[in-house]
């Protein structure tokens, strides 16, 4: 059975920010701290499916104490990038691999897949109403974040029967203050991100809430960011807080580049996925396995793992300089920016913002 179109509503806004104002943000964005003037909202409800589509003026919402998602946390989330291309046009990095990703994040938390063609559609028309927003700077972009709710009212335990899915967007410049500059990570061998068969691989709220307090216990070390080991041996690397992470064997033309592979507990980043493929079209080898804390030591003491960096949509690539843990500490490489990882960035760059050429279909043009 195929499933009816979804027909958007649209309702611009009236009061738009005038021009003065948004070129004002427009000129230093930084992160999620600025959203465009209109937002989209879609209800679903049970026995009646997706119904209400509507693009609107951004505006505040008004809940019920009682609502679910306050208490239960059903609450899942999308990050993704819309770039302005040479011509002036706009394209979306990849919308389908993230509507994809929030329909297995919606099967894990027990609520309603949104049509694949529903959430790009959606992402389109914020993108569309709101082009003026799209940064035209070097790497700075207009950044989707679509997300869902449960809106039933009440407290019992069990799934919601009425959800709202919405895409507000932020333009978006860089996600660390230091632009380019390597973190610091701390290892963190007491708090874990997530157990087998937990909710590690879903794009929930609940996960970004936990960590939190190991995100304070790295600030506390000095570190920018905590590096999440497996729940089970405290030994092997997963991912970061908002990111996945690549390691570089060796140098030059012969590197490896290995990546944690996806156990279940890991996020499936798109950047990460998007940089295996580039990677291999750059000539190096790839490979996703098991990486321990050791073996990242070891590499490190004895030269042949010779960078690190972590990547997401919201952090592009990000180099690793240096990583902590309760056990002592090492400089990475040689601390700074290394060069196979600013190769892989520039290259991911170029892609996003149409200045090179997109061989793999991943941007979607507007
Ligand atoms: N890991 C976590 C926990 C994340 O929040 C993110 C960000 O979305 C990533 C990895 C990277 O995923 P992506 O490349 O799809 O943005
Ligand atoms: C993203 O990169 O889109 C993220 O979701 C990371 C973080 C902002 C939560």
Redesign the pocket.
């Known amino acids: 059975m195929t499933t009816p179109r979804i027909e958007f509503e649209l309702k611009p806004s009236s009061q738009p920010l005038p021009a003065a104002e948004r070129e004002a943000v427009l000129a230093d964005p930084g992160f999620g701290r600025y959203f465009t003037d209109h937002m989209v909202t879609v209800k679903w409800t049970e026995g009646r499916g997706w119904h209400d589509a509507q693009l609107q003026p951004y505006a505040p919402l008004s809940l019920d104490p009682a609502n679910m998602t306050l208490h239960y946390a059903q609450s899942i989330f999308?990050?993704?990038k819309a770039y302005r291309q040479p011509d002036g046009s706009v394209a979306v990095f990849r919308p389908d691999?993230?509507a994809r990703?929030f329909q297995r994040s919606a099967r894990r938390l027990a609520m309603p897949e949104l049509p694949v063609e529903t959430f790009i559609e959606a992402c389109d028309l914020l993108v569309r109403q709101d082009k003026e927003w799209v940064p035209s700077e070097g790497e700075a972009s207009l950044y989707l974040r679509p997300f869902m709710i449960a809106s039933e009212v009440g407290l019992g335990v069990k799934p919601a029967n009425e959800y709202t899915f919405m895409v507000i967007a932020s333009p978006a410049g860089s996600y660390f203050s230091g632009g380019v500059q390597p973190v610091s990570v701390w290892l963190s061998e007491e708090y874990v991100?997530a157990a087998p068969g937990g909710t590690g691989e879903a794009?929930c709220a609940g996960?970004?809430a936990a960590?939190l307090v190991a995100q304070a216990e790295a600030a506390r070390h000095g570190c920018d960011q905590v590096v999440?080991l497996d729940a089970l041996e405290r030994r092997y690397i997963e991912?970061?807080?908002?990111?996945?992470l690549y390691f570089v064997e060796g140098g030059g033309a012969d590197a490896t580049i290995v990546t944690p592979e996806l156990t279940g507990t890991?996020?499936?980043?798109?950047?990460?996925?998007?940089l295996l493929t580039l990677a291999r079209d750059l000539g190096y080898r790839t490979q996703e396995r098991r990486i321990s804390t050791d073996e990242w030591r070891e590499g490190n003491a004895d030269g042949s793992i010779s960078e690190v960096f972590a990547?997401?949509?919201?952090?592009v690539i990000t180099p690793v300089g240096e990583a902590k843990s309760a056990r002592g500490g090492w400089t990475v490489g040689d601390g700074t920016a290394g060069e196979i990882t600013m190769r892989l960035r520039e290259a991911l760059l170029a892609v996003q913002t149409g200045q090179a050429e997109d061989v793999h279909g991943w941007m979607h043009e507007l």
């Open positions: 999308e990050g993704l691999a993230n990703r991100r794009k996960n970004y960590s999440w991912e970061m807080g908002g990111m996945n890991l996020l499936p980043g798109i950047t990460r996925d998007s990547c997401g949509t919201a952090a």
